[in-house]
């Protein structure tokens, strides 16, 4: 009778990946800062809940979308022999930087559980990429780092970012696969998340050699409203994906940076990474690079003053009766990570917006407060200035409590009556984007003539059924776009300063990877 040898029994154990997420986007410029609570409120899962949210029946950020990064990577896994190992998913809303304790809990948290997962063949981790702490400009770099260190250089690394990361060369010191949303407003977060966990499972089974190749362009703002499927970066983003069809080419990305951040190699990037392809990647990053800063010059369109936007309003009568106008406050855009307490706007349209019913969100806890349990009283308030009174000065007015509310999300929450102005008071911050803001507190969305929204771009997405115009509104603040010409730069940037050509800074810039 034969004899079997060892190897004969031997089965090879199924691949292990760990995945988590860490994200935030970070507004350097608010006084607020950003702490470990904010992600239990927002979003915080772990362990066997994360699996079961990033599973097919789960629901991976509720309240937001049913399936993102995290569930694309696991998407990508199924139908091979591989174990997942989830650590967690800690995503809070955009805000001040992150207390440096906090971030050092995260830190820890996340070299813990590596290291407890076992033998791991590979990682996946979902950032925004303009993350800062009180103390690091560049924290996701910090995050990545963290990885790369506990698991060590052999450990291939796959992360996806936001459109709007910052790319730095401590990023891609790191050596993982970059992959950026290629939508704006943003709706690819789950194909994002399952293209690079297929370039990562593949890179692990050695079916490919991942080669990422980078540009750093000096500009922080172009590309007209940056609005994915409108010009000038429609063609870009098409040609994104003409790209990927490339044989060897894995992915394209264009990285549009956050304005209001402290890393002080800002600026649009692009990216290429291709199957081994030396060559191919840096010519075709060049050529990215080149389409990207040939629409520098189309700068975003003028935005409405308070009054302006009231009055042409006032004369689109059938918008208004068809459903409804918003006002997107671009100087106080919780989505950019803005405090929510701008009065700037508020303070028109109690003056100037008569016969108008307008919907607008505050952030003050204070005056919360003061008013809780006070329903059907008229009292005096002192509204807003108490984060950052320089910025947004307090307006005292007596307004009637209509409703007191309780929010997972906002915290207690009162709706004033100020004329034809409805106020919704959150004690944290007002992330004003979907209709349910305002009619999870009684307000129809339907029948406001002006709805004051606190996001750049996903309100277009929600307020869809209802939205007939949109108005883009100047006061003053801390996501006004000139407002980020105050930091502090390592080169000059488009449109502050005059820059003819992308290429010097983008050798110096890469050029500190070894440094």
Same mark, same amino acid.
């Given at each position: 009778m034969r004899s079997l040898c060892h190897s004969e029994f031997f089965v090879p154990r199924p691949l292990r990946i760990a995945y988590a997420r860490l994200s935030q986007e970070t507004n350097a410029l608010s006084p607020v800062e950003t702490t470990l609570d904010d992600f239990r409120r927002a979003h915080f899962l772990e362990g066997k809940t994360l699996a079961a949210a990033c599973g097919r029946l789960g629901y991976e950020a509720k309240g937001f979308k049913r399936n993102a990064e995290l569930s694309g990577f696991i998407k990508a896994t199924r139908g091979s022999k591989i174990e997942t190992i989830p650590l967690f998913s800690a995503w809070a809303i955009p805000g001040g930087p992150l207390n440096d304790d906090d971030f050092a809990q995260l830190l820890a948290r996340l070299r813990r559980e590596l290291l407890a997962a076992g033998p791991l063949d590979g990682v996946f981790i979902s950032l925004h990429g303009a993350l800062n702490s009180c103390s690091d400009p560049d924290a996701d770099a910090t995050v990545l780092e963290t990885v790369r260190k506990t698991l060590g250089p052999q450990v291939p690394i796959a992360a996806t970012l936001d459109l709007h990361a910052q790319i730095t060369p401590a990023k891609m010191a790191t050596g993982a696969f970059l992959v950026g949303y290629q939508t704006n407003p943003h709706r690819d977060h789950a194909e994002v998340g399952e293209r690079a966990g297929h370039i990562l499972i593949r890179?692990?089974?050695?079916?490919?050699?991942?080669?990422? =190749?980078?540009?750093? /362009?000096?500009?922080? %703002? *172009?590309?007209?409203?940056?609005? &994915?499927?409108?010009?000038?970066?429609?063609?870009?983003?098409?040609?994104?994906?003409?790209?990927?069809?490339?044989?060897k080419v894995l992915s394209a990305s264009v990285f549009m940076c956050n304005l209001w951040n402290r890393a002080v190699q800002i600026g649009w990037a692009v990216m290429v990474i291709t199957d081994d392809d030396e060559e191919l990647a840096d010519t075709l990053v060049d050529a990215l690079a080149e389409k990207v800063w040939a629409v520098?010059?189309?700068?975003?369109?003028?935005?409405?003053?308070?009054?302006?936007?009231?009055?042409?309003? =006032?004369?689109?009568? /059938?918008?208004?009766? %068809? *459903?409804?106008?918003?006002?997107? &406050?671009?100087?106080d855009v919780v989505g950019a990570g803005a405090t929510g307490e701008n009065t700037h706007l508020l303070r028109a349209l109690v003056t100037h917006g008569a016969g108008l019913l307008a919907y607008v969100p505050l952030r003050d806890s204070e005056s919360v407060h003061q008013g809780w349990g006070r329903d059907g009283e008229t009292i005096v308030f002192r509204l807003g200035g108490k984060l950052d009174p320089i910025t947004n000065p307090p307006l005292d007015i007596a307004a009637e409590v209509i409703h007191c509310v309780e929010s997972m999300t906002f915290g207690r929450v009162l709706v004033l009556k100020i004329g034809d102005v409805r106020v919704v008071v959150t004690e944290r911050a007002p992330l004003a984007m979907k209709p349910a803001f305002y009619s999870d507190v009684g307000l129809n969305p339907w029948k406001a003539d002006i709805v004051v929204v606190k996001s750049f771009f996903p309100f277009?997405?929600?307020?869809?059924?209802?939205?007939?115009?949109?108005?883009?509104?100047?006061?003053?603040?801390?996501?006004?776009?000139?407002?980020?010409?105050?930091?502090?730069?390592?080169?000059?940037?488009?449109?502050?300063?005059?820059?003819?050509?992308?290429?010097?800074?983008?050798?110096?810039?890469r050029s500190a990877r070894q440094a």
């Open positions: 890179a692990i089974k050695g079916k490919i050699r991942p080669l990422v =190749r980078w540009r750093s /362009l000096p500009m922080l %703002l *172009g590309g007209g409203t940056t609005i &994915d499927f409108i010009p000038p970066m429609r063609a870009i983003f098409r040609h994104l994906k003409v790209l990927e069809r490339k044989r520098r010059h189309q700068q975003p369109p003028a935005f409405y003053a308070p009054n302006d936007a009231i009055e042409a309003t =006032r004369m689109a009568r /059938l918008a208004r009766k %068809l *459903g409804t106008v918003c006002f997107c &406050d671009t100087s277009r997405l929600f307020f869809l059924p209802q939205l007939r115009k949109a108005f883009y509104v100047k006061t003053k603040g801390i996501t006004d776009l000139d407002a980020a010409y105050g930091l502090d730069f390592d080169e000059p940037i488009h449109p502050r300063d005059p820059v003819d050509d992308w290429r010097p800074t983008d050798a110096r810039r």
